[in-house]
Every structure is written in C-alpha cells, then in structure tokens.
C-alpha cells in the first residue's frame, strides 16, 4: 500500500546554495510524521517543494498516488494538501469567523455558489473549530487583532475548516507560550484522530515532536540524516551531532 | 431598523426629486451619479481586494463607444438603439474584462497599478487613430428626440437607477461569500492561493463586474453629453481615471458607503472649482489629490472608524460565559 | 502599414536612418531611467513625476533662450533648477510618503505629475516648443541617413553625465551613503547616515539629471507640456525590463526602446507612437510576469 505522501530524491538548489539534496520520505495515511533538523537544514524549503509554492530541481512528489510536481499551489490545496506558515499567516482584515469561513474547502464550489451566502452551517463548523483550539470568545476580533499565539491557533483551526487529507504544519509551537503547548498537541492529536487528518510536522521542540510524532525524519545540511521512531531518532549519535555542532 | 429605512427613504426622495427641485443643475446632479458609479466600481478592485487599478477607465470608454456605434450604425430609432447600444456596451466591457483579466491580474501590486494606467491611457490614444469611431474627433451620438431639458431629465433618472442598482448589487455580492473571497486576496493573496480559493476566476470575475457597470455608464455618458472624446471623455485617463481612485480613498476605501461619500464630498469641490477657478481647476485638483493622498488615505470612514469605532464596525470581545 | 514596411524593405538607408536617430534619443530614455531607478533602489519610491521633471527641464531652457542665453548653457542651468526643484518636492511632499505604502506614492506622485502638467499649461499654453541650437546635419548614404549634429552631442552628453554620475555614486562620500541606505536603510541609520538627507539628495539628483535630460530634448526635439507621462513610462518600462541595479542593462533598453519607438512611429504611423509606447509597457509586464510565473516567482 503507498503513502499518502511519497518523495522520491527530491532536490533543490537556490543559486549556489543547495537547499534540498536527493530526500526521500513517506507519510502514511492517517500517521504523524515529524520533520526535525537544525536551522538551514531545509525543512521548510521542502515544505514548499511540497506545496508547489516553487518548482524542485529533481525528483518526484506524489500525494494519493498522483505526481503533483507540476500543479500549482491552488490545485495542490484543492486536493487536500494544505500547509500552515512559519510566521502564520492568516486574514488580517476579517474577523475570526470570516476567516473560517472562507477557508472551507473548494472542491464543491461551482461558479454559482460564490455568489450566495455561504450556508449557516458552515457559521456553525466555523464556530465548532474556534471553540475547538479555543478563540471561540474571540471570534468577532479581527484577526489581525489578535496575539501571535492566537493567530497560530486561527490559522490551524482555518486549516482543519478546509478538511486536508494530509496538513503540514510549520513549527505549531514557535512562539507559544510553554504553559499552552501542551493543548496545541492534545488538539494535534485530536484532528489527527477524530478528523482523520495526516500530520507532517516540522519541529523544533523536541519534547513537542517526541510526544507527537510516529515516525521522525531528521534533516541536517539538506539531506536525510536518519529516520525512525521518536525513540531510535532520540539515541541516535548522528542526530544528536547535527544538533550540538559536531563536525 | 426603522431609522435605516427611514433614511433610504429619505434619500430615495431627495434623489428623484432633485432634477426638479435644482432645474439648473440637472446636468451636474446626472454627473454626481456618474461619480458614484466611477468610485463604487473602482472600489470592488481597489478597496475589496486590493488591487488599485489605474485602468478601469478603459471600460468606460469602451462602453461609451460600442453604444454611439450601435447607435450610429444599427439604424434604429433612438430609445431602442439606446438600449441596444446599453446591452452591447455591458457586455462588450465585461467581454474585454475577461480577455485582459488573466494576463493582466497576474500583476501584482504597483506593477498591476501602473499597468492598467499604461491600459487605460494606450486605449485613449489607440481610438484617437482609429478612423471607424472617428479617431481623434470621436463620436457625436444621435440627438435626443423630445423637448428642451428632457435630454438631461432622462439621463438623470437613467444614471440614477443605475448607480442604485450597481450599490443593490454591490451590497448583496459583498455580503456573500464572494465578499469574502474578494478580502481574502486583498489581506494575502498567497495565503488564498494556499489554502485552495481560485484566485485567478475571483479577480476576473470581480474586474467583469467592474466592467459591466462602467460598460452601461460609459454608454449613458455619451449620450449625456452629446459627444465622445477619445482622449478627454472616453479614455481620461488623467482626468476620471484617477478620479475614480481618489473618491473612493476620499470616502474610505474598502466601504460600501465609503465611495458614494467620496464621489458626492469630490463632485462637489470639484464643481465649485469649475465655477470659481475655471482654467486653475484642474491645478487645483491636483493640489486636491495630493492633499488627499497625502494626509488624509484612511478617508471619510476611515477617520470615522477611528474617532467612534462602536458606531462604526469595530467588533469587541465577547465575555466568557 | 504594410506599404511602410514595404518602403524599408526597397530603401534600407531609411531604415537606418529610423534606427540611428532612435538609439540618438534612447540616450535620454536611459538617462531618465536611471535616475528612476536610483529613485526606486535608494527610497523605494517609483516617481510618476520622472516625465515632468523633464518637461520643465525642457522649458526651463526655452525661457531661457528667450532671454537671449546660448542654448548649450541650459542643460547645466536646468540641471540646478530642477536640482531645487526636487529637493523642495521632497521636502515638501515626498518624505511624507517614503515610509508608506507603494500605492501611497505613486498616487502622490501621480497627483504631482498631473498638478506640473496642468500648470506648465496654464502658465505658458500647450504648444509645442523646440530651441535652434544652430548646428549642422550630417547626411550619410546618399542623403538616405541624415543626422542633426546637435542629436548626436546630446548623445554623448547624456553618456558623459551618465558615467559621470556612475563614477559620483561609485566614488563619493555622498555616492556611498545613497548606496549604503539603498542597501539597507535602517543599518544605514544606525551606522551614522542621515536617510533623510540622503534620500532628499537622491531625489533632488534625479530631477536634476531629468532636468539636464530635458535640456537636451528641447534643443535636439521639441517639448509640450504633456510630454511627461509618455516619459515616465519609458523609463518604468526600460527599468522593469533590465532590473534594478543593472545600469549595463539599462543602458541597452533605454537605446534599444529609442530605436524601436522610431521605427514603430513610422510602420504604424506618427500618430500612434505614444500607443505603441503604452502598449509595450503593458506587453513587456505581462510577458516577464509570465516568465517569473514558470518560476513560480510573481514580480513583486
């Protein structure tokens, strides 16, 4: 049986610099799948390799067993590959709910539909999902109003309103507050449970990742280092190298 | 519920009793809903989503032409020629929205601002060559049958219905998803792209919208004022070009009630310029924009919103039951 | 059309007549474009007001002759001129819309550039001037290529103030404090440069160098008040197509946008060479769009 995601000797190059060197990895249908590795081991570039936000050198990518090498970013998402931002990204001008709302998938919306108002239940999802990671008391703010942390929290709940089959997620815990990730992996692992949504998580929070994940890739100067359970990634010398600095 | 409707009402009065009660100014009064249509269109591109188009003029000529062309050619009598002359201009406008729309929409930016203007202004001078609409002698539309005054009392109502129907219309679109979709791409295109909304088919079909009111008012425009120049009336890019951008900016941008405030507040300086300073109005209008732009972007509402955000759409937070 | 394309094809010494007297004139399109494009790199402004700049250049040497001075002193004197100019403008309006959003400061200028025009023509009407700088033309082949010898000096002063400003910026204190800030401003700041009066400098150069432009224009062509925009556009459009920071490149557009101009003036005909000029614009925009887009890079 093949992944939902397969990568297969991507790389890629900016300039001189090579990003990305011949990775190889699979995310399994309904797993979680961390992605750990120093800064500027290419974690996010693969991201975007991912998503199609811009073209690899060599290589292959597919999701549900179709090349998505050559598909634009909207055609991607439009099957069910979405990603969140390491800076986060969300509506700034609209509030929460609009936000949501206007994150519910494309995949039935025909011409006609973007002129009617959008149905009361999706208001109702939208409000299930803010209440879900908790900015349900906040969903009238604008989302530029709110805090960083919030702003993550949007963001996801946005990603979970579009219903993905495979979510990646950029860091989910940079830039919040350690009293409060300890909800943000419970949520993780709700949607990945009870939503049915594969996680392919960058991490820098190793308790986070450890916590989280099933299976781990390390990256370390854009290529593969080492693989396997959270256990065998946690006593391995290589990672624990790539980490400290050791040449 | 009640004072809202109270106060269309109202305005609704005042506006078809206008003509009537200012008989001098029938002319000037069409012109005021020109203006409003002029920002109201302008703003769907540049308030709701972001794209600040110096070209929208384009059109606008365009619907002014195909209609004193209909008119000209389809040797009809005058009121069906008009509306034939109508129908065509819309959809000739939004025809030529959904051709230039892929390839011009994938500009971003200041790049889209400065190349609709080279759009709008390349338009202009291409219809002052072209011979078959009278190249830089432009068009003069058939004349009005009926008595003295009822020219500009008919253009009047016409142009009212329309700026009324464009605001109906306006309002319903922006309060549906569309909407939404229109301020996803002004606040991160690239975060609507990522996250699977069809861009692309939104800003064409916003800039067809666009297209197709400014198509009718065009059409209207020249009959109003009995003649179509190509560089002055058509394609002034210079002249309605930025005065679309600018009332809108003046009422606040991104609004409903924001350009309808902007083109009335505009018209109005600007008329009495004309009275008062005749050649040094348009000097004067450059001032006018400049001061505006500089000191005075958030606009009408916008300054609103900052003195009396209750009143004015400012959301606060719901306290935790 | 066709017979027109027809005539170059049977006389090819008129075609390089068209192609030599249009590289005489990219001269001065690869001026003005490079002092946009100082504009733009230093403070991120994209200056509508560029054409006008050149307009008043222009007219600022015809009042000049007027007034009984030799032709060849205006371009200096417009130079200074427009030099003060700019530096007021800036000071006046455009340090209030540096910091701002890019829309904000094309509008501005836009409202400027349409404010010059409009008074330049209430002030002194819409004619078309040009200056008798009373040189020769020089005919070649058979009279087939004739060039006037005061194009040809405007050519080599626009080279020679362009290196000239090359050198300034590569050499100069101040030359170094326009690229330091054009680099990064904020470490600029930090290290000790006055932003402020550099990016006013900057500003006020430009004019001078449209200034000095425009000087050459009226004595070589012929100016009107409402040549402003069409110029403005031009250098956009040969600053877009080389990039920012590549003087070699627009060098190479401003000469070769000069002699495409002259030859779609006369196959498409006179009257429809300022269309030509809009409409490439427009072209060259969406043609490089389309290029970053395969790269998925949008011109940002």
């Known amino acids: 049986m093949s992944a939902l995601l397969e990568i297969a000797g991507v790389s890629k190059s900016f300039g001189g610099v090579v990003a990305n060197r011949d990775i190889s990895l699979q995310v399994p249908e309904g797993a979680i799948v961390g992605l750990i590795g120093p800064n500027g081991s290419g974690k996010t570039t693969l991201f975007n390799s991912i998503v199609g936000y811009h073209p690899f050198d060599s290589g292959g990518i597919r999701f549900d067993g179709h090349e998505i090498a050559r598909l634009r970013v909207t055609d991607i998402a439009r099957r069910g590959l979405l990603r969140t931002f390491q800076q986060t990204r969300v509506y700034g001008g609209m509030t929460c709910v609009q936000n949501m709302v206007i994150s519910q998938s494309q995949r039935d919306i025909g011409w006609f539909d973007l002129f009617r108002q959008p149905a009361a239940a999706a208001t109702e999802k939208a409000e299930a999902l803010l209440d879900f990671v908790g900015l349900y008391s906040k969903r009238w703010l604008r989302a530029g109003d709110l805090s960083f942390g919030q702003q993550k929290l949007l963001e996801f709940a946005m990603a979970l309103m579009n219903e993905p089959r495979l979510l990646l997620l950029d860091e989910p815990t940079a830039g919040i507050n350690p009293t409060l990730i300890n909800g943000i992996i419970d949520r993780l692992k709700r949607a990945n449970a009870n939503m049915g949504i594969t996680l392919l998580v960058i991490e820098h929070n190793m308790r986070v990742i450890m916590n989280l994940a099933e299976h781990i890739y390390c990256l370390a100067h854009g290529q593969l280092l080492a693989d396997g359970t959270p256990d065998a990634i946690r006593d391995d010398q290589r990672v624990i190298d790539a980490y400290l600095g050791a040449h | 519920m009640n004072r809202r409707l109270a106060l269309y009402g109202a305005a609704a009065l005042v506006s078809l009793a206008a003509p009537h009660l200012l008989p001098n100014y029938v002319s000037q009064l069409s012109m005021l809903w020109v203006m409003i249509l002029f920002a109201l269109t302008w703003d769907i591109l540049g308030g709701q989503m972001g794209y600040n188009s110096f070209g929208n003029i384009v059109f606008f000529g365009v619907g002014a032409y195909a209609c004193a062309v209909i008119q000209r050619d389809a040797g009809l009598a005058y009121f069906p020629g008009l509306f034939l002359g109508l129908a065509v201009a819309a959809v000739l406008a939004t025809l030529i929205a959904a051709i230039l729309g892929s390839g011009i929409l994938g500009l971003r930016g200041h790049y889209f601002a400065i190349g609709t203007l080279g759009l709008g202004i390349a338009a202009g001078e291409l219809a002052s060559g072209w011979d078959y609409i009278g190249a830089g002698s432009g068009l003069v539309p058939p004349l009005y049958p009926g008595e003295l005054g009822g020219r500009e009392l008919f253009f009047y109502y016409l142009f009212m219905v329309l700026a009324v129907v464009t605001f109906v219309t306006l309002r319903r679109l922006y309060a549906g998803r569309f909407g939404l979709c229109l301020n996803a791409i002004r606040d991160d295109e690239d975060k609507a792209e990522a996250m699977g909304l069809p861009t692309t088919r939104i800003k064409t079909l916003a800039w067809c919208v666009a297209a197709f009111f400014l198509g009718l008012t065009g059409a209207g425009m020249g009959n109003l004022l009995g003649f179509i120049d190509p560089r002055d009336v058509a394609f002034a890019g210079p002249t309605f070009g930025v005065w679309m951008v600018l009332m809108a900016i003046l009422g606040g941008k991104g609004t409903l009630w924001g350009p309808v405030l902007g083109a009335v507040v505009f018209h109005v300086t600007q008329e009495l310029f004309w009275t008062y300073l005749l050649g040094w109005q348009r000097v004067a209008l450059g001032l006018l924009i400049v001061g505006i732009v500089v000191f005075f972007p958030q606009g009408i509402l916008g300054w609103a919103r900052e003195h009396w955000p209750e009143r004015f759409g400012h959301r606060v937070e719901e306290k935790a039951s | ?300």
């Not at chain 3, 290529?145 to 400003?165: N, Q, R």
């Open chain 3, 1 to 300: 059309m066709w017979a027109n394309i027809n005539i170059l094809w049977e006389a090819p010494g008129f075609l390089v007549d068209l192609l030599a007297n249009g590289l005489l004139i990219g001269s001065i399109f690869a001026l003005a474009a490079f002092g946009m494009a100082l504009v733009w790199g230093v403070m991120n402004i994209i200056n509508i007001v560029q054409g006008e700049y050149v307009m008043l250049g222009g007219f600022v040497t015809f009042y000049l002759v007027q007034a009984g001075i030799p032709p060849l002193f205006g371009v200096p004197v417009a130079a200074a001129v427009l030099f003060i100019l700019g530096w007021g403008m800036y000071r006046v309006v455009i340090h209030r819309v540096v910091d701002k959003d890019m829309f904000i400061s094309i509008l501005a200028t836009f409202g400027i550039s349409i404010l010059l025009a409009q008074l330049t023509n209430e002030l002194f009407g819409s004619d078309v001037r040009t200056v008798e700088a009373g040189l020769d033309t020089l005919q070649f082949l058979d009279g087939m290529v004739s060039i006037s010898e005061i194009k040809l000096l405007a050519f080599v002063l626009t080279l020679t103030i362009g290196l000239t400003l090359w050198l300034f910026l590569k050499r100069s204190r101040l030359g170094q404090a326009i690229r330091a800030t054009a680099q990064n401003p904020r470490a600029a700041r930090i290290l000790g440069i006055d932003t402020d009066r550099v990016f006013a400098a900057t500003y006020a150069l430009n004019a001078a160098l449209c200034g000095a432009a425009g000087a050459l224009v009226v004595m070589a062509w012929a100016i009107h008040p409402y040549i402003g925009l069409p110029y403005t556009v031009r250098s956009f459009m040969i600053v877009v197509t080389a990039g920012l920071g590549n003087i070699g490149g627009v060098v190479v557009a401003g000469l070769g946008l000069g002699a495409l101009e002259n030859l779609a003036g006369f196959v498409l005909g006179a009257e429809f060479q300022i269309a030509f000029v809009f409409t490439l614009m427009v072209v060259i925009l969406v043609l490089r769009n389309l290029l970053l887009r395969r790269q998925r890079k949008y011109l940002k």
